[in-house]
């Protein structure tokens, strides 16, 4: 069954640091999102993305992050110069698209812990 | 008014009892309603969607209720299992939004004594 996947599973850091965080989403799905969980948070979203571009961003995605889809395959999110309050897991989701079919496909998550 | 507001925080239930978890939404342009299982370190898992065109649906031990008018919606587990152990989260979204996000409840952890 085709699956979400991200890496890496967990990522270690310096504040101040850039990290980028990879996802690789179902092959025919054509709507990408990042969400993200504090721990013991609810998930909350942060962008989705769609035909190349950001078609929505929350308040919590801000000047530091941004998101690329670079090879037609991958989809990544960048924080540019990570805080400790960014420390959370990362979760990548992927629809098909078109129709009514809303259901999004969640990866595994990454941790990212900000030190 | 995005919210979504889920109850209760956590939750005790016996092998073979009934899960009953509650959310409410405000947002009356909502119009897909999932219930999301979460494994600790894993990502959230599909469990059972609805719609407001119904009222109920059931998909073997896991059933949605659905009360347009009360903006609520709940999950009921029936005969709950031990492997039934783990968080769950409702979430809505609207097509009319073009991005169909999800908004989600702050979670149920569920516990299920063997």
């Known amino acids: 069954e085709p699956e979400v996947t991200q890496t890496p599973s967990h990522q270690v850091t310096q504040m101040g640091q850039e990290v980028i965080l990879r996802c690789v989403p179902i092959?025919?799905?054509?709507?990408f999102y990042w969400y993200r969980q504090i721990l013991g948070q609810k998930v909350e979203f942060l962008v989705s993305?769609?035909?190349?571009?950001?078609?929505?961003k929350s308040e919590i995605f801000d000047d530091q992050f941004s998101v690329e889809r670079p090879d037609g395959s991958n989809f990544t999110l960048k924080i540019r110069s990570t805080k400790l309050e960014d420390s959370a897991m990362y979760f990548c989701a992927s629809r098909v698209g078109g129709g009514i079919i809303n259901e999004q496909f969640f990866g595994p998550g990454t941790r990212l812990t900000v030190l | 008014q995005q919210q979504v507001k889920q109850s209760p925080q956590s939750l005790i239930v016996q092998k073979g009892g009934i899960s009953i978890i509650n959310c409410a939404y405000e947002?009356?342009?909502?119009?897909?309603f999932p219930w999301y299982q979460q494994f600790p370190g894993k990502g959230p898992a599909l469990l059972i969607a609805?719609?407001?065109?119904?009222s109920e649906k059931k998909e073997g031990r896991f059933t949605i209720s659905f009360n347009k008018s009360a903006k609520q919606f709940s999950l009921h587990i029936m005969d709950s299992q031990p492997g039934d152990s783990a968080t769950y989260f409702c979430a809505a979204s609207e097509h009319t939004s073009g991005t169909y996000k999800y908004i989600f409840g702050t979670g149920t952890r569920l516990k299920v004594l063997a």
């Open positions: 947002n009356t342009a909502f119009d897909y």
């Open positions: 092959s025919n799905h054509l709507y």
């Open positions: 609805i719609r407001p065109d119904v």
């Open positions: 993305f769609y035909n190349n571009e950001i078609s929505e």
